[in-house]
Structures are given as structure tokens and as C-alpha cells.
Nanobody, 116 residues
Framework: QAQYVESGGGLVQPGGSLRLSCAASGFTFSSYGMSWYRQAPGKERELVAAINNSGVITSYADSVKGRFTISRDNARSTVALQMARLKPEDTAVYYC?????????WGQGTQVTVSS
């Protein structure tokens, strides 16, 4: 089964930066697109960014476009999310997954808190 281990979260001041990383296993990583989701308290999980299997095509939620960058390393089966100019509304637990790998599994996520 697919497994995901997210890391890199923490407490950061508004305007700061963080780099999240996700290590994936249990499937042929290079064959699947990857996505980052986030879930804030009391809200539904939302798609933040996605990248295709080769890393050439990326897409972002309007709320993070121009501030976040998704990338992947197929040799290491990892996907990263570089976050810049963070805002308090970016506070959430961040998860990665390969949406096309079924059933969908979720890791434990990594907490990002943006606060002064």
C-alpha cells in the first residue's frame, strides 16, 4: 500500500518561508502525479498544488499561486513544497498523496502555523 511521510512543518512568522518534504513508498513513484493538500481547523481538506509524474506540469490553488512551488525528485521518491510569503491563513496540516493511487492513503501530515 502507498505510504507517505511528511516533514518540515513548524511555526513561522507572517512573511516567512518553509520547505515541506514528503517521502512516498509502496508504488512506482515516477509513474504518478503527486499533490499537496492542507486542512485547517474546522475546514475541509483542500488541494494546494499538484505536479505530474515527470515534474514538467504543475498547478496551484489561486490562494497560493506565486508564493508556493511544488517539485519532485523521482530518484528519491520525494515531493517538496516550497512556501514563501506565508500568511496566517496558510495555517493548516499539510498532506501529500498520489491521487491516482487507489485506495487513497494519507500520511500523518505536518503542521504549519503562521503566527506572530
Amino acid at each position: 500500500q502507498a505510504q507517505y511521510v511528511e516533514s518540515g512543518g513548524g511555526l513561522v512568522q507572517p512573511g516567512g518561508s518553509l520547505r515541506l518534504s514528503c517521502a512516498a513508498s509502496g508504488f512506482t513513484f515516477s509513474s504518478y502525479g503527486m499533490s499537496w493538500y492542507r486542512q485547517a481547523p474546522g475546514k475541509e481538506r483542500e488541494l494546494v498544488a499538484a505536479i505530474n509524474n515527470s515534474g514538467v506540469i504543475t498547478s496551484y490553488a489561486d490562494s497560493v499561486k506565486g508564493r508556493f512551488t511544488i517539485s519532485r525528485d523521482n530518484a528519491r521518491s520525494t515531493v517538496a513544497l516550497q512556501m514563501a510569503r506565508l500568511k496566517p491563513e496558510d495555517t493548516a496540516v499539510y498532506y501529500c498523496t498520489a491521487p491516482a493511487v487507489r485506495p487513497i492513503y494519507w500520511g500523518q501530515g505536518t503542521q504549519v502555523t503562521v503566527s506572530s
